[in-house]
């Protein structure tokens, strides 16, 4: 059974926290949009699908550059919910929908988009086949997901932290980098099930199904990233995210 963490009140109250309370601080705001948004190319009169679209921040963003219709899709109706509250305009459609069944999506997209959710999906080449069958000729695919350096390790009962600072550098206890699977790690005081691919799993299978390669972004903080959060320094130790550009 695929999990539904978004749905899960106290998970997603304190998700909500972080997102809101820290508006403007946090890793979404400081790291994840802005490398996201420079690898999207121009969308106006574009038709594009959102995947995981959470609260239909990024829908409403890319309707507003000028594309001509947006589907966001997500597993939660909470977060359905919030998107169709803030984030509605016209052509722009908020579905509750699982993004294992997108195959059954009738129409096509231009480009289809998704940030920090394709790691919550275990058969990740039937994603990506159905995601090429959605796009129209020349269309992109554009993801952010946790780097594979994160999800990577599962943790021992006898090792409490996967990391040291010493001298203000973080080293990364890493295990596990070629066991490719489900991870269970705890978020917001729940267990969250996550799947680990290595890196070239990720790329081979763009590649085995037909993607052409255009970006692969692992980026570094800006230096205003780092003055409002100080610790976004170690991400120059490793990256919180990878980004993927590839077009059809
Ligand atoms: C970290 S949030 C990101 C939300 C949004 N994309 C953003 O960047 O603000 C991950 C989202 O993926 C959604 N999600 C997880 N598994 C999913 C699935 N199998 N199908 C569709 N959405 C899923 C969650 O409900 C959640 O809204």
Redesign the pocket.
Same mark, same amino acid.
């Given at each position: 059974m !695929?999990? #539904?963490? +978004? =749905?899960n009140k106290e998970f997603y109250q304190e998700?909500d926290k972080m !997102?809101k309370e820290k508006k403007g601080n946090n890793a #979404?705001d400081l790291i994840?949009?802005p490398n996201f948004r420079h690898l999207v190319p121009n969308v106006e009169n574009k038709k594009i699908l =959102?995947? /995981?679209? /959470? +609260?239909g921040?990024?829908c409403k963003y890319y309707k507003e550059l000028g594309a001509s219709k947006v589907l966001g899709? =997500?597993? $939660?109706t909470?977060?359905i919910a919030e998107a169709n509250k803030s984030n509605k305009l016209e052509n722009i459609e908020y579905k509750v929908?699982?993004?294992?069944e997108i195959d059954k999506i009738e129409e096509k997209f231009d480009i289809v988009l998704?940030?920090?959710?394709f790691h919550?999906?275990k058969d990740f080449k039937k994603l990506i086949k159905d995601i090429y069958n959605l796009l129209n000729k020349d269309g992109y695919l554009i993801f $952010?997901q946790e780097h594979p350096l994160v999800t990577s390790t599962i943790l021992s009962e006898n090792i409490k932290s996967n990391h040291q600072i010493i001298d203000n550098k973080w080293y990364l206890l890493l295990a596990d980098y070629n066991r490719i699977g489900l991870r269970k790690k705890e978020w917001n005081d729940q267990i969250v099930e996550k799947y680990h691919r290595n890196f070239s799993e990720i790329i081979n299978t763009l590649i085995e199904v037909g993607f052409k390669i255009d970006n692969i972004l692992e980026p570094t903080p800006s230096e205003d990233a780092i003055k409002k959060v100080p610790k976004y320094i170690y991400q120059y130790d490793r990256p919180y995210f990878l980004f993927v550009k590839v077009h059809k």
């Open positions: !695929r999990q #539904n963490i +978004y =749905d998700y !997102r #979404n994840e949009i =959102d995947l /995981g679209c /959470g +609260y921040e990024n899709i =997500d597993l $939660s909470h977060m929908m699982p993004m294992e998704s940030s920090l959710a919550y999906i $952010s």
